[in-house]
């Protein structure tokens, strides 16, 4: 093994050392830094810093909780971190898409969650608190009083829709789509889909539309 003439002159055989240990004194292993730091890798400071794309919930996963998942901090800590991430103004399709995925399950009084099913203000709060990290009112009534109040031509992707189908008190809420169409939990024995405003039952009942104050400036 060659030796650099630095170490090859410094390394001698002690007096009293047989030749073989002066052998193995001259043959360890040079160390060489400048040669270790030109093996080592440099990390690609763009991805280090690169933004990571926000995580999708995965609808198809049945809840387990009876009571829904509104008590579930982890879950409200995610949705709302969704809402931050959406302030460039896609929070209405995030929410519209999430609202979609929904669409079938079955009806139930007071359901709040998809493994118990959905009245028709228990989706419409699922729906924001679980896509956008928006959490709205218990019920019907309480929702439209909580929105802004949206003419009808100015309706957008993700406002309200109101209803009285008992008496005079608001007694059904909705999610806007798009071209006169809501997305919604109907009534016993149907499941989430889509309806249109323009319908005879929808037109003779409607009330107004509502825009959530979470989302009124996007």
């Known amino acids: 093994m060659a ?3 630095a170490i090859a002159d410094t390394v001698t055989a002690p007096k009293g050392l047989d030749q073989s240990a002066s052998i193995l004194l001259t043959d360890l292993p040079v160390f060489t830094p400048a040669n270790a730091l030109a093996q080592s890798t440099i990390p690609d400071v763009s991805a280090l810093i690169a933004p990571q794309a926000p995580a999708v919930a995965d609808t198809a996963t049945a809840d387990n ?3 829904g998942d509104d008590d579930d901090d982890s879950l409200v800590a995610a949705a709302t971190a969704k809402l931050a991430g959406h302030v460039d103004g896609h929070a209405r399709e995030a929410l519209l898409a999430f609202a979609m995925k929904l669409r079938d399950i079955r009806y139930h009084r007071g359901g709040r969650a998809p493994s118990t099913g959905f009245d028709c203000s228990g989706f419409v709060r699922y729906v924001f608190l679980h896509s956008i990290g928006l959490d709205l009112p218990t019920n019907s009534a ?6 802004l109040k949206v003419k009808r031509g100015d309706m957008k992707t993700g406002d309200l829709v109101f209803f009285r189908t008992r008496g005079k008190a608001i007694s059904h809420v909705g999610i806007y789509i798009d071209n006169g ?8 024995g149907k499941t989430v889909r889509v309806d249109s405003l323009n319908e005879a039952y929808w037109s003779k009942h409607f009330v107004g539309a509502k825009r959530p104050e979470g989302i009124g400036n996007i």
Do not use: K, M, N, R
Not at 181 to 188: E, G, N, V
């Open 3 to 5: 030796v650099t003439p």
């Open 65 to 67: 909780d009876a009571q």
């Open 142 to 147: 309480s929702q439209f009083l909580a929105g």
């Open 181 to 188: 169409q809501f997305i919604h939990s109907p009534s016993a």
